[in-house]
T-cell receptor, first 110, second 118 residues
Framework: GQNIDQPTEMTATEGAIVQINCTYQ??????LFWYQQHAGEAPTFLSY????GLEEKGRFSSFLSRSKGYSYLLLKELQMKDSASYLC???????????FGIGTKLQVIP | GAVVSQHPSWVICKSGTSVKIECRSL??????MFWYRQFPKQSLMLMAT?????????EQGVEKDKFLINHASLTLSTLTVTSAHPEDSSFYIC??????????????FGPGTRLLVL
């Protein structure tokens, strides 16, 4: 079966750094996505990790450890607009099935 | 590039009626389209995977006779909710994929369709 765990809620201060963790157990694992979703909207793509290590994209970085079934999303220099849900999702199988975690609702406070 | 549209964005219908939702890839050909459902404060749940020209593959617990999926072309997939009931009220999101196992390839999500069944 597929299982993805991430915290349901986090709060952080504007300008700070926050790390959102995700652990997964999937069969036929191919890679790990992070998406941002604002309330009432569809998810938007943030990152995709296939290999172990850290990938940086501006204020956002994503890390993957395949052996540990672990990933995190790092957000730097937090802005109020970063308040959203962050979805961890595992890609598996030949038909690119994506299984989503429940999402971490991040609240950025002044 | 990589734009996916959905129509309608909002639909309100009476219980027992059928509702059709369209998902289109506007500037690329999507070999595979996915249909998700999201209830309030829950994550996206995959309903079915649709490949052009073949029957959709439904996830466990999703009734294929209730949620009819047609993927007639490389740019269009439709989801029909037949005999809708209030418990079918949800946010339906499609995504489109260009192919297999491409490094960094993403699923491109449509904006979603909010369905309210009265």
């Amino acid at each position: 079966g597929q299982n993805i765990d991430q915290p349901t809620e986090m709060t952080a201060t504007e300008g700070a750094i926050v790390q959102i963790n995700c652990t997964y157990q999937t069969s036929g694992f191919n890679g790990l996505f992070w998406y941002q979703q604002h309330a009432g909207e569809a998810p938007t793509f943030l990152s995709y990790n296939v290999l172990d290590g850290l990938e940086e994209k501006g204020r956002f970085s994503s890390f993957l450890s395949r052996s540990k079934g672990y990933s995190y999303l790092l957000l730097k220099e937090l802005q109020m607009k970063d308040s959203a849900s962050y979805l961890c999702a595992a890609l598996s199988g030949g038909y690119q099935k994506v299984t989503f975690g429940i999402g971490t609702k991040l609240q950025v406070i002044p | 590039g990589a734009v996916v549209s959905q129509h309608p964005s909002w639909v309100i219908c009476k219980s027992g009626t059928s509702v059709k939702i369209e998902c289109r890839s506007l500037d690329f050909q999507a070999t595979t389209m996915f249909w998700y459902r999201q209830f309030p404060k829950q994550s996206l749940m995959l309903m079915a995977t649709s490949n052009e020209g073949s029957k959709a593959t439904y996830e466990q617990g999703v009734e294929k006779d209730k949620f009819l999926i047609n993927h007639a072309s490389l740019t269009l997939s439709t989801l029909t909710v037949t005999s809708a009931h209030p418990e079918d009220s949800s946010f339906y999101i499609c995504s489109a994929s260009t192919g297999w196992r491409e490094r960094g390839e993403t699923q491109y999500f449509g904006p979603g369709t909010r369905l309210l069944v009265l």
